[in-house]
């Protein structure tokens, strides 16, 4: 019931945000700080089988151009090439990912991180269709949603595309949360813990890695189409190693083991360093203090953290109600 | 129900398992026993898929199953359990057997995402099915004690009831035996004698010979990846060979 309460009470702030915010480069902010969240926790989702891929920039490199071609070269609407684009990613990470999930531990880590850099250098060299390192300009916006005598969003403004975002992210998290309930999400940690013994007991280990693989590989696709629809640009390293890395970043300082984990830390590590900008050239110092705290101090990250304060704040309250 | 055919595997110039035939008949209780380092685990590893043998044939129920991937021989009914990481420290007692119950009728990924009323009761009937399985081996009362916390014993029932979970027409165990107390030894050889008399077929790698020759119909001895003699309890006691790779030549 309280949990009921505080959830309906954290969806209408984050509706109301960008009313309250002041001007659009907060809320600039507050939509990459959603990004941040839907790529941290299907980071995580792939985590859950065991495996922590740095292919995520890559693969939501590969999702923003697909999106910006179909939608200039072919003539898609918005909405069907975003969809196509996160299916088109999820494809290219489950046949990349039949060879890479034989690999375990930090191989697995090390080849998709090189596979991220290929994406970069791929979409630098492929002149004729990515425009090279210039990248790719003058993408159009989403396509407006007319509901005809009620209203027309016609993401004109930064809002709208907050609450484009908002939708994705929600729905993003909804398909996790429901995965790792699922018996999907626990032969994922039973691969996790042992993956010989899954594997005996008739669990087709590499099928499900890729699985893995492929459905948080999707999201990223998602999130760089709909990056590419935002901005509408996109360069080749505009989704580098390095925001890969942060990705990363996000899920271990966040908490790796909770759901929130990567939600709190992708919130947290994307509005502290834009409060103050003259702070924004120390971001790399910022991130690795972070890593550095979470990993000595508060092991199971920000989440672990939030919820002992929680329960310690309880805990105090509980005693002056008894 | 199972037979082995010339089984070969090199590692390299070594033969780690060297032209074994072999026959596990239906209803039976097979030993496989041999010294420290005979080639006993390889020859599992061989059988489930682990690893390919370098020569010979693996047939069960009359179908050639050499070299496929350990998941495809799980799915045919032989499940073996493991010397050392037999299950999932970090579920409870209960998700192991739940997991393990993954070869039964699956519920659907949409089943359990829109939680519709198949899923549900499917979800119920593996439930059901899990809890019979750890009552049958005696762990109901652990079901939801988390399967790292358990004592030693334990966790090797565990590794047996997972295995029973996954439907097995051929239950392989891997030295089940290994690090229990006298009493938890009794009661595992209690419990596979009880799965022999329930009509399961067993394949018994064991270091422990006063069980081996209790519970084995008939017993197969490796020594340096051959087979060196094959035979009832009482036989193999008897056996020159068997005497000699056990107490060295001198006792022969």
Redesign the interface.
Known sequence: MKRAFSSVLLAAGLVVLPLVASGPYYIHTFILAMMNIALASSLRLISLSGQIPLAHGGMATIGAYMSALLMMKLGLSSWLSLIIAGLGVALIATLVGYPFVRLKGVYFTIVTAFFGEMVVLTAQQWQSLTGGSGGVYGIPGPDPIVVPGLFTIDFSSKAEFYYLVLFLVAVNLAFIY??E????G??F??IK??D??????????IGFKVLAFAAGSFFAGIVGAFYSQYISAIAPDSFGFMFTVYTLVYMVAGGQKSFMGPILGAIVLTLLPEVTRSFKEYVPFFFAAVLIAVIFFVPDGIAGLALRTTWWVSKKLGMKHA | MLEIRGLTKFFGGLEAVSNVDMTVQTGQIMGLIGPNGAGKTTFFNLL?G?IRPTRGSVIFEGEDITGK???NV??KGM??T?QA???????TVL?NI???C??RP??G?LE??LHTRSGRRKDREILDRSLAILREVGLDGLAHVTARNLAHGHKRTLGIA??L??GPKLLMLDEPLSGMNGEEVTETMKLITRLWEKGMTILLIEHNMRATMSLCHKIVVISFGKKIAEGTPEEIKAHPEVVKAYLGAGHA
């Open positions: 429901a995965i309930k699922s018996r999907v626990l032969t940690s039973g813990q042992a010989s013994l899954a594997e005996s007991s008739g669990i087709d280990t | 489930t682990v991937k350990p998941h799980a799915k499940i073996r493991f990481t037999n299950i999932y420290p970090d579920f998700d739940v997991l393990s993954h070869l699956g519920v990924f359990t995402m997972a295995a979970a996954c």
